[in-house]
């Protein structure tokens, strides 16, 4: 009877056959080897190549102060990419946070999105704090955000945040230039709401424009957001203005119009900023006596071009509204797109940052003047407005050249 092997025997067996193997077929096992490990990270590269990319946002979400549509808008544009194949077959992850109300959520909005390695940048953000508090840290992460809409005067003087949108400082700048250079006011009165942060902002841009336009601009009058506009519109009456320009937001204005209206000051012609470019106050002011103006910060809404229809046709299929916040996420994700496609090899942090840095001058439809990012200290790159004239409940161009404005915020 066969005794059966022990397990030091099987072990001398294998051994044994081992042996056999490197005397007779070592180039075999030795090429074996060598294409495990060649093929090994290449498989690793094809399953990284299958992840998304991850885009992010910190927007003001929720809220008094909510406006949603930029971030919104730039998950519609993304959404199109993705049902169109991607980047190179791989899907964009649009990741988009909430600042909330407080200093400490935006905080830990950008912390979420700035410690995910595999976020390589943000397009479409807007919010109202999430630059005075995080724009030092996106720079210190070499994390790029395209706003959709900035306000705060931080946006306009980080390396790292680019607005797509004029802001309010440069909206006020071209407002004084349109008065100046085409109204040819007489007596012109710049009203400000004053938000949070924003006051020093509006006041170097009229000290800025002034010295590099060797101009005389308006001296700027603050309103609390909840104040009684009645006192301020007795002074701007008292002052004899035959123009002014008011920077309310789209509720501001209605409120600040009927008040006006009723205490006589309608018949002056108002210049109102971006927020009050829409449909509603169209509406409201229709019968209003004196002529009403907006600076438009992207091409009007009802622009024939095909960008323009390609906004309008992905916004009205979302059911977001047409405002120039949607234009400016629309933007923002497009550019981020563009960068992304031209990127050759892997797309990451670092790589991204690079491809929109170094992204030649591009002109868009939308836009008033090319856009171009470059590596530098601060970002206005959409200094181009151009008036609009409301007439019966609609607006219209009012001139065809775009007012272009300096930098006004650089440090």
Request: proline share 7%; hydrophobic share 45%.
């Amino acid at each position: 009877m066969m005794k059966r092997p022990t397990g030091a025997g099987r072990g001398a067996s294998l051994r044994g056959a081992l042996s056999a193997v490197l005397r007779w077929r070592p180039s075999a096992l030795l090429f074996a080897l060598w294409l495990w490990l060649l093929l090994l990270p290449t498989a690793h590269a094809q399953q990284g190549a299958q992840r998304p990319i991850k885009v992010g946002a910190v927007s003001a979400l929720s809220g008094p102060h909510a406006f949603p549509e930029s971030s919104q808008a730039a998950k519609a544009y993304i959404d199109a990419v993705n049902a169109a194949g991607g980047i190179g077959g791989r899907r964009i992850e649009y990741i988009s946070l909430d600042e909330g109300g407080s200093p400490a959520s935006a905080m830990a909005a950008a912390t979420r999105l700035i410690n995910d390695a595999e976020v390589v940048a943000l397009a479409g953000s807007s919010g109202l704090l999430d630059c005075a508090v995080n724009a030092t840290r996106y720079e210190a992460a070499r994390l790029m955000s395209l706003q959709g809409a900035s306000v705060s005067p931080a946006c306009f003087r980080s390396s790292h945040v680019v607005p797509l949108n004029n802001g309010p400082y440069v909206g006020l700048a071209s407002a004084v230039l349109f008065a100046h250079h085409t109204l040819r006011s007489r007596k012109l009165c710049a009203l400000a709401l004053d938000l949070p942060g924003m006051a020093e902002g509006y006041r170097q841009a009229l000290d800025r424009l002034g010295k590099a336009k060797a101009m005389e601009v308006p001296p700027l009058q603050l309103a609390g957001p909840e104040q009684d506009p009645a006192p301020l519109l007795r002074a701007v009456k008292e002052q004899g203005c035959d123009t002014v320009i008011f920077t309310g937001h789209e509720a501001a204005v209605l409120r600040w119009s009927e008040a006006a209206h009723t205490l006589g000051v309608g018949s002056v012609t108002w210049i109102y900023l971006t927020p009050a470019y829409t449909d509603r106050v169209a509406r409201a002011l229709a019968s209003r006596d004196g002529a009403v103006y907006v600076m438009a910060e992207f091409e009007p809404w009802k622009s024939r071009s095909l960008p323009a229809q390609d906004w309008r046709r992905l916004m009205q299929n979302g059911g977001l509204p047409l405002s120039s916040l949607s234009q400016g996420g629309y933007v923002a994700a497009q550019m981020l797109v563009r960068a992304l496609r031209q990127i050759d090899g892997p797309i990451t942090r670092e790589t991204v940052t690079r491809a929109l840095q170094q992204m030649p001058a591009t002109s868009h439809p939308l836009l008033g003047m090319p856009f171009e990012i470059g590596e530098r200290a601060a970002h206005n790159p959409n200094r181009a407005a151009l008036p609009l004239k409301l007439a019966q409940g609609n607006w219209y161009i009012a001139t065809p050249a775009w007012i272009e404005v300096p930098e006004l915020l650089a440090p």
